[in-house]
């Protein structure tokens, strides 16, 4: 199983449009958008190439393919605009062929603890996996007080706090990171 894995757009188009096409290359079985799709939020500076309008046409014929979990800048009105669902707090991908799971999640109801990430996870089995936005910075460990839990975050697409817009690659069992 591969999965591309985008978290915190935040309505920057040209961004976004760099995802989907680094899609093309990566041929992943699906996208996981980890929240904070299409707002700013209040706490952001607007992108420069703010424009959700776009986004939505970018990511709508992709709807079938997307797994996505709602931000905290995410709304109600964004899943009337959106094709595909994204008001769940959590998702839970099973990579059958490993025998792990991906629990999927923004960052703000549930996560780590990493950064501004909230420390609240339920039970998981050993081997799984916590795949999280939300803090805009990039983390790939074992988590700290949960033995064989690792923890993923792919930074951010549109406002990176490293300066470097990224997603993430799960394949094969392993996670990295991609710059647009």
Known sequence: MKLVIASDIHGAASWCRRLVEALDAEQPD???LLGDILYHGPRNDLPADYAPKEVIALLNPL???IV???GNCDAEVD???LDFPCMADFHVVEDEARGRSLFCTHGHVYGPGFHNSVDRLPVLPEGAAVVYGHTHIKVSEEHPAREGVWCFNPGSVGIPKDGSHSFGVYDDGEFSWRKL
């Open 30 to 32: 699906h996208l996981v």
């Open 79 to 81: 899943q009337m605009v």
């Open 63 to 65: 709807a079938s393919s």
């Open 68 to 70: 996505a979990v709602r």
